[in-house]
């Protein structure tokens, strides 16, 4: 009796993934406890389907979820990084090459096309977050922190600036700039 409550439950969610439609068969799965070993076909035709089409996050979303062999996982999200990247969403490339767990180092050249866009654009505080979320190199850090410390004191904002310094470990001077500037 339990056997075939799997079987019919493997079968709706071989449906559900042939249709597309994969929060379902997630349900599915969840609702009855399938194991991930009795879903690997349909998922991997499934997977082949997102590659063919292109949709390379749902490949490896599917690869990741249920367990399919890492080097699946890996070539989906490789290719969905390089995308994000030709299409210059470095910071969302970056994230989703640490997610995947990609190696360190697509990891830290997203990041790095990141910051530099960012300081091109004078996004100096979303630099500076990035430097801060990927950790990258300490002058890349200052560097930010000490444009984005300049752009608070002129504003105005001189408690940000102050926070900045702070927390960016500016010169000392800078940071008495900006106590002088509050009191």
Do not use: C, T, W
């Not at 009796?1 to 449906?15: P, V």
């Not at 399938?34 to 499934?46: F, G, R, T, W, Y």
């Not at 910071?91 to 091109?120: C, H, T, W």
């Amino acid at each position: 009796m339990a056997e075939d409550k799997l079987a019919e439950g493997a079968r709706q969610f071989r449906e559900k993934m042939n249709a597309g439609a994969y929060k379902e068969a997630a349900k599915i799965k969840s609702d009855l406890g399938l194991p991930n070993s009795m879903l690997q076909d349909a998922v991997k035709s499934a997977y082949d389907a997102n590659m063919k089409k292109g949709d390379y996050s749902l490949a490896a979303e599917l690869a990741k979820q249920y367990d399919l062999p890492s080097d699946h996982r890996l070539e989906a999200a490789q290719r969905s990084f390089y995308r994000k990247i030709d299409s210059e969403f470095y910071r969302a490339a970056a994230e989703y090459a640490k997610e995947f767990g990609l190696p360190e180092d697509m990891v830290r050249q997203a990041a790095i096309q990141a910051f530099n866009k960012s300081m091109s654009m004078g996004m100096v505080k979303n630099a500076a977050e990035i430097a801060d979320d990927f950790d990258l190199p300490r002058p890349m850090k200052q560097e930010a922190a000490k444009k984005s410390f300049e752009q608070h004191m002129q504003a105005g904002l001189y408690r940000k600036a102050l926070k900045i310094a702070q927390k960016y470990d500016l010169p000392e001077e800078m940071v008495a700039e900006a106590e002088k500037k509050i009191s």
